[in-house]
């Protein structure tokens, strides 16, 4: 017969399990980590001023804003967030940044955005090239 617990004993809504991969010292934050951050915001940028410009209307552009944005972001978050629990290995991981960028400056590209989707992109490549993953 199958013993029943608590929500508490199975351990349900207890987080010590994430809180114990966390602890130690604190990872040390370096320029080409800021300028990683910085990529992966100005990303988000180019595509809500990506997704603006595509709608006719302003209900249509907040909407594409919005939608290529959270897309973005649940991508990143699932896969190569630091803290997602589906993350990527190092290798794949890196292939997949680069998708990601190429394909956010081909975004901004076809919308008449190409001087910030070629500074992005490049910007984007060197940190992700020079730059050690953990």
């Known amino acids: 017969m199958p013993v029943l617990r608590s929500s ?4 349900v809504g207890d987080r010590s399990a994430v809180t114990d991969e966390r602890r130690g010292a604190p990872a040390r934050v370096g320029l080409l ?20 410009s595509l709608g ?8 594409l804003a919005v939608a290529l944005v959270g897309v973005a972001g649940w991508v ?8 997602s629990s589906h993350r990527l290995a190092p290798v794949p991981r890196t ?3 680069v998708a990601f960028y190429l394909a956010v400056a081909g975004i901004g590209v076809v919308v008449g955005l190409w ?16 730059r050690p993953e953990e």
């Open 33 to 52: 980590d800021l300028l990683a951050l910085a990529c992966e915001l100005a990303a988000l940028a180019l595509l809500a001023a990506a997704g603006w």
């Open 8 to 11: 508490r004993q199975a351990g």
């Open 115 to 130: 001087i910030w989707a070629v500074l992005l992109l490049a910007v984007a490549l060197l940190v992700q090239v020079s």
């Open 76 to 83: 990143w978050g699932r896969w190569m967030a630091p803290t």
């Open 56 to 63: 006719e209307t302003v209900a249509l552009s907040l909407l």
């Open 95 to 97: 292939f997949a940044k």
